[in-house]
């Protein structure tokens, strides 16, 4: 089983581009369509802009009650009503990658209560977290939602919380890249 | 600055390999030299055996207080009379990456003592931790250590701790490649 994907914005692909919001630090220019390939790609495929990587790994911060909670209420990707994503790529600061595992953790979850409020908007959004930073990407994160288009509202008061979380305040450049299945009606 | 390393196993390097010891699991080959490369290397080079890819990350485990004792004691890399050297790949089991990060970090830390154990032979011996689990390597980790030929004894018993522990129990492949520098008279 193959780990990384690769996200390639460009004129291809199944996921139809809405909006691509520049929230902070260098943007991402805007696209058609995104391509999303269960692979390494490194090449620029022709007519595209820019390609993101990421792998999917173990946990990083969720201890075993939160695991437990999650496992019981997360859905998978693909289900047939999720017609809406969301790509967001944000990149953390130098400062947060020198502090302590229990630093991390103590502003991740107590203070930020990062699992806790995404764990209100389960079952209607599905999510994959895939880590970059680690190979030499220009983001450190690519969060992938997807959900019912009646969970947009949901979704969108997920974002204004997380962005107001202590956590976010070590957040130097994010993306959102809005989008809808291409064969949607 | 490049975060990956390759550790080349052929006829070329700096380091002379005195014994390539396989300890549990697939073994590696035995060779003759190790040429270290700051880099990504794809492509076996002519009369190499084998390449094994990691890159440094951020700390997993360790909290503010160990941080900052390893901090003050731990040593830097090409010491001169750190002559000898020693390579360990370790592949840890399925079971180990499926668990919380407080069930890892209390069997690592609480139970193993590893950062504490290993603390007691500093500044002897320095290391280097590389990752390589998300990068579809044959292992998930890569240590490096180097020190002078006086302090070979207290590394093997350093060796012996670790593989005593708790931890240890979760590894499932494991090498142990010695080395002297090929410069050395």
Request: hydrophobic residues 40%.
């Amino acid at each position: 089983m193959n780990n990384r994907y690769s996200f390639i914005g460009g004129e291809q692909g199944l996921w139809r581009v809405l909006e691509v919001r520049n929230i902070s630090g260098e943007g991402l220019a805007p696209v058609e369509r995104l391509n999303i390939v269960n692979d390494a790609i490194t090449e620029l495929p022709a007519k595209s802009s820019w390609i993101l990587q990421g792998f999917s790994s173990n946990v990083r911060y969720a201890v075993r009650e939160e695991i437990t909670a999650l496992q019981a209420v997360q859905p998978q990707l693909n289900r047939t009503e999720a017609v809406v994503s969301v790509l967001i790529p944000i990149k953390k600061s130098v400062h947060w990658w020198e502090m302590a595992q229990d630093e991390r953790r103590a502003i991740f979850e107590e203070q930020s209560h990062h699992t806790a409020v995404g764990m209100e908007y389960l079952p209607g959004v599905a999510r994959r977290l895939l880590h970059c930073r680690d190979i030499e990407e220009p983001f450190d994160f690519l969060t992938w939602f997807e959900f019912a288009p009646e969970q947009t509202q949901a979704f969108d008061e997920l974002l204004i919380r997380m962005r107001a979380s202590q956590e976010w305040a070590y957040v130097e450049r994010e993306v959102e890249v809005r989008l809808e299945r291409g064969d949607r009606a």
